[in-house]
């Protein structure tokens, strides 16, 4: 099983400011990489895929790099509805696996 | 506009079985491979079970296999989820995902999830 590690659990930031979020896989998973932000209450919301391609109407302050075993996902200007839980998902290989997530804050 | 809706949660008793629904619209269901995937509750995402859009194959995580069926009726536009022996560790919300292609790929459309809660 591809074990995905995201770091930081939790990230304080301010509004305007920049957010970056890593994820390692435990072995290559090529590009075959999402990112998904979940709300409170809410399903997860594609963000990311591909590692670098943007979802239908996610907008351009969201951006994904990497490939192999390292990943990152970037927001340039963190607005209020920014603030959430951001999970990577490889779908490279069975099982399907997701990271534990990390949590975006108001600082 | 792509929409799926989960249907079957409740609260159970453990040992006993459940089958969920999720009916889709918006998009050919019949081309387009389908997941599930759960989320106990403060925890996070746990991918479940999987079927390509034939509904050919099928995989399953290792903490659900033989316990869960995933199916689906490309006539009727719906995703399955057939669960025995329900255990306390189940209790989740279970989403429905459309996977990119027909066989593989991200997930780009989730339901709002259902609610399976087993408890004594």
């Known amino acids: 099983e591809i074990v995905m590690t995201q770091s930081p659990a939790t990230l304080s930031v301010s509004p305007g400011e920049r957010a970056t979020l890593s994820c390692r896989a435990s072995?290559?998973?090529?590009?075959?990489l999402a990112w998904y932000q979940q709300k409170p209450g809410q399903a997860p919301r594609l963000l990311i895929y591909?590692?670098?391609t943007r979802a239908t109407d996610i907008p351009a302050s969201f951006s994904g790099s990497g490939s192999g075993t390292e990943f990152t996902l970037t927001i340039s200007s963190l607005q209020s509805e920014d603030f959430a839980v951001y999970y990577c998902?490889?779908?490279?290989?069975?099982?399907?696996?997701f990271g534990g997530g990390t949590k975006v804050e108001i600082e | 506009e792509v929409q799926l809706l989960e249907s079957g949660g409740g609260l159970v008793q453990p040992g006993v079985s459940l089958r969920l629904s999720c009916a889709v619209s918006?998009?050919?269901?019949?081309?387009?491979?389908m997941t599930w995937v759960r989320q106990a509750p403060g925890k996070g995402l746990e991918w479940v079970s999987a079927?390509?859009?034939?509904?050919?194959?099928?995989d399953y995580a290792d903490s659900v296999k033989g316990r869960f069926t995933i199916s689906r009726d490309n006539s009727k536009n719906t995703l399955f989820l057939q669960i025995s022996s329900l255990r306390v560790e189940d209790t989740a919300v279970y989403y429905c995902?459309?996977?990119?292609?027909?066989?593989?790929?991200?997930?780009?459309?989730w339901g709002q999830g259902t609610l399976v809660t087993v408890s004594s």
């Open positions: 591909g590692a670098s």
């Open positions: 072995q290559s998973v090529g590009s075959n």
């Open positions: 918006g998009f050919t269901f019949s081309s387009y491979a």
């Open positions: 995902a459309k996977r990119r292609y027909h066989s593989y790929g991200d997930l780009d459309y």
């Open positions: 998902h490889q779908y490279n290989d069975w099982p399907l696996t």
């Open positions: 079927i390509v859009a034939s509904g050919g194959a099928t």
